[in-house]
C-alpha cells in the first residue's frame, strides 16, 4: 500500500441549522453578596467592613464614625474610603467588583450638595439619585447625603473622584455602601424558626411602634436569619417596610438589623418573610437578648393575641428559652416595656438559628 497523500482543501460550510430551545432561566443566586478587587488610583489602602453604628468611616481616621444607620443601608457591607484622598479627580479613582447585582450607595458630605451650599461631581449628579434621608456621623461632618445608583450593578464597578468637577463645598471623601438588589432567606429546612407562624396568618392590630420578645441562649447557637410577619395573602406584596433588630439585652446595644421592603421583601416561608444575615451572628451560651420588628400599621396589621394562647408558637427545642412577657416600645428602639404574657402574643419579629 503506497503513502497516504496530502490533505485536500476544506469543503464550504453547510448551511447554519435552526437554532436550539431556549433554555429555561437559572434560579436567583442566593450567594452571599461579596466585594473584590477594591482598588484606589492613589494606591492607599481601603477596607471593607459591615455599615452598623459606631463603624468607623475611612480607613485612616478611624475617629470620624457612624452614629445611626437608616434601615435600607443596616448591616450592609461597604468601603471605608482614604479621607486623604477627597481632593482626588481620577476617572476611576476607586474600582471594586460585586458577585451579584446590587445597588451602588455612595455616601457624601452633606456640604458637598446642592442643599448644603455645594456640588456633586457629574459622574455622581448623572448615574445616581440622591435619597430623603442622611446617615448621621460624628462631628464635623455631622451628616452623609446618600445617593443611590440608579440601576444595580454587578461585575466591576468604578467610581470617579470626589472632587471631580464641578465638585465645590465638601470637606471629606465620600463611602460607599452596597446592597444586593434582592436577599433572601436560608433555603428550607435549614435552622430552626424562634416563632412558627402557619402560612395564610392574619393581623388584627395597626401598631406603630416596635414589638416584640426576650430570650436567653442555653446552648451556643448562630443566628442565620431575620424575619418579620407577613398578614398579607401569599402572592400580595409588602405596601410598607418592616424592620427587624436583634438587641443585647443587657447592654442595649444593637447587633443585627434587615429591613423587608415591596422592592426588596426576602422568602416567605409560612407567614414569615426572612432573609439571611451578611454573616451569621454567634450568640454564646448565658447570652439573653431582645428581638423586635416594627413598621406595622392600618395597611399592613401586626397579630396581637391580646393575652389569649396565640396560633402561632415558640420553638421548643431548649437551646433558647423566651421570656413569659412580650415587649413593645418606640419605633427603631428596643421595647422596654412589657405587654403581658404570653412571650409571643405578638406576630411581628422573628429569626432562624441553628
Same mark, same amino acid.
Given at each position: 500500500?503506497?503513502?497516504?497523500?496530502?490533505?485536500?482543501?476544506?469543503?464550504k460550510?453547510g448551511?447554519?441549522?435552526?437554532?436550539?430551545?431556549?433554555?429555561?432561566?437559572?434560579?436567583?443566586?442566593?450567594?452571599?453578596?461579596?466585594?473584590?478587587?477594591?482598588?484606589?488610583?492613589?494606591?492607599?489602602?481601603?477596607?471593607?467592613?459591615?455599615?452598623?453604628?459606631n463603624?468607623?468611616?475611612?480607613?485612616?481616621?478611624?475617629?470620624?464614625?457612624?452614629?445611626?444607620?437608616?434601615?435600607?443601608?443596616a448591616?450592609?457591607?461597604?468601603?471605608?474610603?482614604?479621607?486623604?484622598?477627597?481632593?482626588?479627580?481620577?476617572?476611576?479613582?476607586?474600582?471594586?467588583s460585586?458577585?451579584?447585582?446590587?445597588?451602588?450607595?455612595?455616601?457624601?458630605?452633606?456640604?458637598?450638595?446642592?442643599?448644603?451650599?455645594?456640588?456633586?461631581?457629574?459622574?455622581?449628579?448623572?448615574?445616581?439619585v440622591?435619597?430623603?434621608?442622611?446617615?448621621?456621623?460624628?462631628a464635623?461632618?455631622?451628616q452623609?447625603?446618600?445617593?443611590?445608583?440608579?440601576?444595580?450593578?454587578?461585575?466591576?464597578?468604578?467610581?470617579?473622584?470626589?472632587?471631580a468637577?464641578?465638585?465645590?463645598?465638601?470637606?471629606?471623601?465620600?463611602?460607599v455602601?452596597?446592597?444586593?438588589?434582592?436577599?433572601?432567606?436560608?433555603?428550607?429546612?435549614?435552622?430552626t /424558626?424562634? $416563632?412558627?407562624?402557619?402560612a =395564610?396568618? %392574619?393581623?388584627?392590630?395597626a401598631?406603630?411602634? &416596635?414589638? !416584640?420578645? *426576650?430570650?436567653?441562649?442555653?446552648?451556643p447557637?448562630?443566628l442565620?436569619?431575620?424575619?418579620?410577619?407577613?398578614?398579607?395573602?401569599e402572592g400580595?406584596?409588602?405596601?410598607?417596610?418592616?424592620?427587624?433588630?436583634?438587641?443585647?439585652?443587657?447592654?442595649?446595644?444593637?447587633?443585627?438589623e434587615?429591613?423587608?421592603?415591596?422592592?426588596?421583601?426576602?422568602?416567605?416561608h409560612?407567614?414569615?418573610?426572612?432573609?439571611?444575615?451578611?454573616q451569621?451572628?454567634?450568640?454564646?451560651?448565658g447570652? /439573653?437578648? $431582645?428581638?423586635?420588628?416594627d =413598621?406595622? %400599621?392600618?395597611?399592613?396589621?401586626?397579630?396581637? &393575641?391580646? !393575652?389569649? *394562647?396565640?396560633?402561632?408558637?415558640?420553638?421548643?427545642?431548649?437551646r433558647?428559652?423566651?421570656?413569659?412577657?412580650?415587649?413593645?416600645?418606640?419605633k427603631?428602639?428596643?421595647?422596654?416595656?412589657?405587654?403581658?404574657?404570653?412571650?409571643?402574643?405578638?406576630?411581628a419579629?422573628?429569626?432562624?438559628?441553628?
Amino acid at each position: 500500500r503506497g503513502s497516504r497523500g496530502p490533505r485536500g482543501p476544506s469543503g464550504k460550510m453547510g448551511p447554519r441549522g435552526p437554532p436550539g430551545p431556549v433554555g429555561a432561566e437559572g434560579p436567583t443566586s442566593s450567594e452571599p453578596l461579596a466585594l473584590s478587587m477594591v482598588g484606589s488610583s492613589s494606591r492607599r489602602r481601603y477596607k471593607q467592613g459591615f455599615l452598623m453604628p459606631n463603624a468607623p468611616l475611612y480607613a485612616d481616621d478611624l475617629a470620624l464614625r457612624v452614629n445611626s444607620v437608616p434601615p435600607e443601608l443596616a448591616g450592609q457591607p461597604y468601603i471605608l474610603t482614604a479621607d486623604a484622598d477627597k481632593g482626588a479627580t481620577r476617572n476611576p479613582s476607586l474600582t471594586f467588583s460585586v458577585n451579584r447585582p446590587a445597588y451602588i450607595y455612595v455616601l457624601r458630605d452633606v456640604r458637598g450638595t446642592p442643599a448644603g451650599g455645594g456640588k456633586a461631581p457629574s459622574w455622581l449628579s448623572a448615574g445616581f439619585v440622591l435619597q430623603p434621608y442622611t446617615v448621621n456621623v460624628t462631628a464635623p461632618i455631622n451628616q452623609l447625603a446618600v445617593y443611590k445608583s440608579a440601576l444595580p450593578l454587578s461585575g466591576l464597578v468604578q467610581l470617579g473622584g470626589n472632587a471631580a468637577p464641578p465638585s465645590a463645598g465638601f470637606q471629606n471623601n465620600y463611602v460607599v455602601v452596597v446592597a444586593a438588589a434582592e436577599d433572601h432567606g436560608s433555603a428550607e429546612g435549614v435552622g430552626t /424558626e424562634a $416563632v412558627r407562624i402557619s402560612a =395564610g396568618t %392574619g393581623g388584627n392590630q395597626a401598631f406603630l411602634g &416596635s414589638m !416584640g420578645f *426576650a430570650f436567653n441562649v442555653s446552648q451556643p447557637i448562630y443566628l442565620l436569619d431575620l424575619g418579620v410577619f407577613d398578614p398579607l395573602p401569599e402572592g400580595v406584596a409588602l405596601n410598607s417596610t418592616l424592620s427587624c433588630r436583634v438587641y443585647n439585652k443587657k447592654t442595649g446595644a444593637l447587633l443585627a438589623e434587615q429591613y423587608f421592603s415591596p422592592e426588596n421583601p426576602g422568602d416567605l416561608h409560612g407567614a414569615t418573610l426572612f432573609k439571611s444575615l451578611r454573616q451569621p451572628l454567634l450568640l454564646p451560651r448565658g447570652f /439573653e437578648g $431582645v428581638i423586635a420588628a416594627d =413598621g406595622y %400599621g392600618p395597611g399592613l396589621m401586626n397579630g396581637n &393575641s391580646e !393575652g389569649a *394562647a396565640p396560633a402561632w408558637s415558640f420553638d421548643g427545642s431548649g437551646r433558647v428559652q423566651f421570656g413569659g412577657d412580650a415587649l413593645f416600645g418606640e419605633k427603631g428602639k428596643m421595647p422596654d416595656k412589657v405587654a403581658g404574657p404570653p412571650g409571643n402574643r405578638f406576630a411581628a419579629a422573628n429569626f432562624k438559628y441553628t
